[in-house]
């Protein structure tokens, strides 16, 4: 079964790096609070965690405010700062940074982050950040309260604004075994990726223990696990083919088919029905001298419509095109295709997976 199994592969191969990682080489998350100076006129205006971060960023240089000082910062905004640090890296790389208003700052354009540390999930510094932002929006306000927004300017990027300082331990030398992950889980592929490498290596030294894990025995040792990763990673291998899936979007109406997706006969009848109600107000003029009122006669018309849909049918195992091609004929909407989609997974004769987002 195994190796009927593997022999059912599509005919492009892919390289292991690119459907997986090896396990505890990840990136690492890394967050901080920080200050935003430089703008011009759109920042916190003032707000009182935006007030202490001023205060505790001055007192770095030996300046105290007054408690009763309050200064206005519309030059200046409270931010988030998040960025992630890569695997193996080491204390002098830099790494780039995402910076975010945290109050009611209108735009970041043209400021600076004022230097302030990236903290890692167990509360460790691992990073520092500054630098001036890259900002892709824009915002205008008008006198009148009017005002044009073009993407997000309360958000931007500093490339390469944090140096590293402090790498993450990995244990992957002194481990018993690599255990390389898939990213989409799957048996088949599993089994494909256990095979190659063994194949490659002339050894049995991979297997597969489920649908997403590939345990590789090696010899321990920082050197030795590298460059059997390295040898690793570029292996090709083909991917099982995904299962049959039918992604409809029903906020946009958007309908994804793979290829994998399969109709038994069956044959539909898509009829449309349309209601048109006219309203047509008539002003009805009293006579002249009569006293009379202004009255509105109302007048609506009302019409149904039902298109002719004529039957058509789809023969045994119809492939992608050929449903495509098929609904076009009868010039079906996203809306009405949908309505189809699900009658024919009703019917049981579509053989797929029909995930509404």
């Known amino acids: 079964m195994g190796a009927a199994l593997l022999s059912s592969a599509p005919a492009s191969a892919t390289r292991i790096k690119d459907i997986g990682g090896f396990e505890g080489l990840r990136t690492n998350q890394l967050t901080g ?26 007192s770095r240089f030996g300046l105290t405010l007054p408690p009763a000082i309050n200064p206005s910062l519309k030059n200046a905004a409270a931010v988030i700062v998040t960025a992630e640090l890569p695997p193996f890296a080491k204390p002098g790389q830099r ?17 600076t982050l004022i230097m302030m540390p990236l903290l890692g999930a167990d509360g460790q510094i691992y990073a520092m950040a500054q630098g001036n932002l890259v900002i892709g929006g824009l915002g205008v306000d008008a006198n009148d309260g009017s005002r044009t927004l073009v993407n997000t300017p309360s958000a931007g990027r500093i490339p390469g604004g944090a140096t590293v300082e402090r790498s993450v331990a990995t244990d992957f030398a002194d481990a018993p075994y690599l255990t390389f992950n898939l990213a989409e889980p ?5 089994l494909r990726v256990a095979d190659a490498i063994n194949r490659k290596t002339a050894g049995q030294m991979a297997e597969a223990i489920d649908a997403v894990s590939i345990q590789i025995r090696t010899e321990p040792g920082a050197a030795q696990r590298i460059m059997q990763m390295g040898l690793i990673e570029n292996i090709e291998v083909q991917p099982a083919k995904t299962a049959a899936r039918v992604i409809v979007n029903a906020r946009t109406g958007t309908v994804v088919i793979n290829d994998m997706v399969r109709i038994t006969p069956a044959a539909v009848s898509h009829g449309k029905l349309t209601v048109k109600v006219q309203e047509s107000p008539l002003v009805v003029q009293p006579a002249p001298f009569s006293r009379g009122e202004t009255t509105i006669e109302p007048d609506s018309e009302i019409d149904v419509e039902e298109k002719a849909a004529p039957m058509f049918t789809f023969d045994r195992g119809a492939s992608l095109a050929e449903i495509v091609e098929t609904i076009n004929a009868v010039g079906a909407t996203p809306g009405d295709l949908v309505a189809i989609l699900e009658a024919l997974k009703q019917a049981g004769a579509m053989k797929a997976e029909l995930l509404i987002q």
């Not at 609070?33 to 505790?56: F, H, M, P, R």
């Not at 790494?95 to 400021?111: E, H, M, N, W, Y």
């Not at 799957?186 to 599993?190: E, G, K, N, Y």
Request: net charge neutral; glycine share 18%.
């Open 186 to 190: 799957d048996l088949t592929t599993a």
């Open 95 to 111: 790494i780039d940074v995402t910076v975010s208003a945290l109050g009611k700052a209108k735009s970041l354009r043209g400021g």
């Open 33 to 58: 609070y920080g200050i935003v100076v430089g703008l011009a006129g759109t920042g916190d205006n003032s707000l009182e965690y935006a007030t202490q971060g001023i205060k505790g960023t001055v």
